[in-house]
């Protein structure tokens, strides 16, 4: 992460043992306190990317998006249950688990006061694909999905609105045992049926708040939706108003924060002040565990990673522990694509750091002093294991050198297959609970696609496709989880389609006046501003 004093390794674990727990370790919901009239927080520019669901991801458009489902928030880094949102119930599937028909709330209304219809639901789904989002992937079993994809014309055959019923139908290839849970990312909530495919931050709200000013890369502002219906996962916002504005100095954000001028920083502490923080304002933070996986890309339709006797050797190469030291301790090392936090999990311990067997691994190949470009974010938590895995590349043999390019345009570049890298810094976090999510997003080679492509390793091998596959339509339960642990353990051990190396913890920062207790997530991972409260 950021340039570090000396930190004792064990910063991870005394970040969780003295920082205020999100509600309780044994709570299920959330704090209840004070309202906040006016919420002022400190961003990165990814933080203001969009308040379209289809070009945005972050807090923003999860504040102001209902989908049909919604989960309850996460608490202390739980997953929530599945609950009605703009729907009447959480629907039972049928046809053999092929069918799913949904039932709109009565009286549902965007923030300008207009209806929402079934068809918007639909409509907010083709979009997807006609502003080529990377969530579309997860719609492959949806009948008609693909030759929409391909004719970008007319409608999805397995989506079917009926306005006047209030209802909703989708039609599945096959059982999908994660549809309801797809059905509760932002992404799907309704646009209206007029929206463009072009980007549109001007988008009515159906979340708790709605925006009523936003600029790209510099802030944005909210307020309370008046026309929102509050759900068992999100009631009406504790928070009248919120004012974003990014800051780009980590340590600015952090300071200002601490002296009351901001209320939450949406930045991780910087590792040089980390253990300061900790002794001094530890009131003022929360630890959370987060879902997520940092990892390389490692492309392997570009020498030297072609040859998988090299793409083990960087796996072979790299410390994770001393990777997770230059987090200042708030990273946990790993060698799995799928973190913790899944129940399919099965710890991966194939690569002990050895640079004489990586060195000789890149010799047999023939790939000694082979160019290698690794691409990092100015992302402080990107550039640092960017360097380090630079160095290590050098030291087995390869010639390597880093390419860093600014925050808000470095998930443009590696998404993009002709400007795709050796190898890219490539952070994961899940938006569906599921393993599907992690390896069937990342790793089906039938998904590359020319703009948004999530499989920055382009990796794509036909067997790896079809266990994907055959493993996304296992009944929830032991059998799923096997078949991905399974699969986990065939990327990275088999394969060396990618190097993980750390699973990330936040440490979420507020000013003296606000309750860290409210403290709750999206499903996503990303904070529940509209939960917040003062003391």
Same mark, same amino acid.
């Given at each position: 992460?950021?340039?570090r004093?000396?930190i004792v390794?064990?910063?991870f674990?005394?970040a ?7 509600a309780?370790?044994?709570s299920s919901k959330?704090?209840s306190g004070k309202?906040?009239a006016?919420l002022? %927080? ?7 990317d /969009?308040?379209d669901?289809?070009?945005g ?8 998006t209902t ?5 309850t928030?996460?608490i202390h880094?739980?997953? $929530? ?13 049928? &046809?053999? $688990? ?6 709109l709330k009565?009286g549902?209304?965007?923030s300008?006061?207009k209806?929402i219809?079934?068809s918007d639901?639909?409509h ?11 969530p579309?992937?997860?719609f ?5 999905a693909? #030759?929409?994809?391909k004719?970008r *014309?007319g ?5 079917i ?7 909703i139908?989708f039609?599945?290839t096959?059982?999908m ?8 990312q ?7 049926g007029?929206?463009a495919?072009?980007q549109n ?16 890369? +510099?802030?944005?502002t ?7 219906q509050?759900?068992a #996962?999100?009631?009406?916002?504790n928070?009248t ?6 800051v ?7 300071a200002?924060?601490l ?6 920083d949406d930045? &991780? ?10 002794s001094k304002?530890?009131? +003022? ?5 987060l #879902? ?8 392997v339709?570009k020498?030297?990673f072609?040859?998988?006797?090299v ?6 190469a790299?410390d994770?522990?001393a990777?997770a ?9 790993t060698?799995?694509?799928?973190p ?6 099965? =710890?991966?311990?194939?690569y002990?750091?050895?640079l004489?067997k990586?060195?000789?691994l890149?010799q ?18 990107? +550039?640092?294991?960017?360097v380090y895995?630079?160095n ?6 390869l010639?390597? =050198?880093v390419?860093?390019?600014?925050s808000n345009?470095?998930? $443009? ?6 400007t ?18 992690? %390896? $069937? +997003?990342?790793?089906?080679g039938?998904l590359i &696609?020319?703009q ?9 091998v036909?067997?790896? &496709?079809t266990? %994907? ?8 339960g =032991? ?6 642990a399974?699969l986990?353990k ?6 060396a389609?990618?190097v ?7 440490i979420a920062v507020?000013s003296?006046? %606000?309750n ?11 904070v529940?501003l /509209?939960n917040?409260?003062? *003391?």
């Amino acid at each position: 992460m950021r340039s570090r004093k000396a930190i004792v390794a064990s910063s991870f674990a005394l970040a969780l043992a003295l920082v205020v727990p999100a509600a309780s370790a044994s709570s299920s919901k959330a704090t209840s306190g004070k309202p906040i009239a006016k919420l002022s %927080i400190a961003i990165t520019t990814s933080g203001a990317d /969009s308040v379209d669901p289809a070009y945005g991801g972050s807090a923003l458009d999860m504040e102001t998006t209902t989908p049909l489902l919604t989960y309850t928030p996460r608490i202390h880094a739980r997953i $929530g249950r599945i609950v009605p949102g703009l729907a009447t119930a959480v629907p039972q599937p049928t &046809n053999h $688990g092929k069918t799913y028909v949904f039932h709109l709330k009565p009286g549902i209304k965007y923030s300008n006061g207009k209806a929402i219809l079934a068809s918007d639901f639909r409509h907010a789904i083709e979009r997807l694909y006609l502003a080529n989002d990377y969530p579309t992937g997860k719609f492959s079993l949806v009948v008609g999905a693909a #030759a929409f994809a391909k004719a970008r *014309k007319g409608h999805i055959a397995g989506i079917i609105p009926n306005n006047a019923a209030r209802t909703i139908t989708f039609k599945l290839t096959a059982p999908m045992p994660t549809f309801n849970a797809l059905m509760a990312q932002y992404f799907t909530a309704p646009e209206p049926g007029n929206t463009a495919a072009a980007q549109n931050d001007h988008l009515p709200s159906t979340g708790p708040m709605m925006a009523t000013q936003f600029t790209a890369s +510099q802030g944005y502002t909210l307020v309370k939706n008046p026309y929102y219906q509050p759900n068992a #996962a999100l009631p009406a916002s504790n928070v009248t108003k919120v004012v974003a504005t990014v800051v780009s100095d980590p340590n600015v954000a952090l300071a200002q924060t601490l002296s009351g001028t901001y209320d939450y920083d949406d930045e &991780n502490v910087p590792v040089d002040q980390l253990a300061t923080v900790l002794s001094k304002n530890r009131s +003022q933070l929360v630890a959370v565990p987060l #879902a997520e996986t940092n990892m390389f890309s490692l492309n392997v339709t570009k020498p030297p990673f072609d040859k998988l006797q090299v793409r083990q050797a960087v796996n072979y190469a790299i410390d994770r522990a001393a990777m997770a030291k230059l987090a200042g301790g708030l990273q946990l090392p790993t060698e799995n694509i799928l973190p913790p936090t899944e129940s399919s999990y099965v =710890k991966i311990t194939s690569y002990p750091y050895d640079l004489a067997k990586a060195k000789s691994l890149v010799q047999a190949a023939g790939a000694g002093g082979a160019k290698v470009t690794v691409l990092a974010s100015s992302d402080p938590t990107s +550039q640092p294991q960017a360097v380090y895995l630079v160095n290590q590349l050098n030291a087995i043999g390869l010639d390597a =050198k880093v390419n860093v390019v600014p925050s808000n345009t470095f998930f $443009g570049v590696p998404s993009v297959p002709s400007t795709d890298p050796e190898s890219s810094w490539y952070p994961w976090n899940e938006l569906i609970p599921d393993a599907s999510d992690w %390896i $069937g +997003q990342l790793f089906d080679g039938r998904l590359i &696609n020319d703009q948004h492509n999530e499989d920055w390793s382009m990796f794509n091998v036909p067997s790896i &496709n079809t266990a %994907i596959s055959a493993a996304e339509v296992l009944p929830l339960g =032991k059998a799923r989880d096997a078949a991905w642990a399974a699969l986990d353990k065939k990327l990275v051990v088999d394969y060396a389609a990618v190097v993980p190396y750390g699973n990330p913890v936040q440490i979420a920062v507020f000013s003296s006046r %606000i309750n860290a207790r409210c403290y709750t997530q999206f499903v996503s991972g990303a904070v529940l501003l /509209s939960n917040l409260c003062a *003391k």
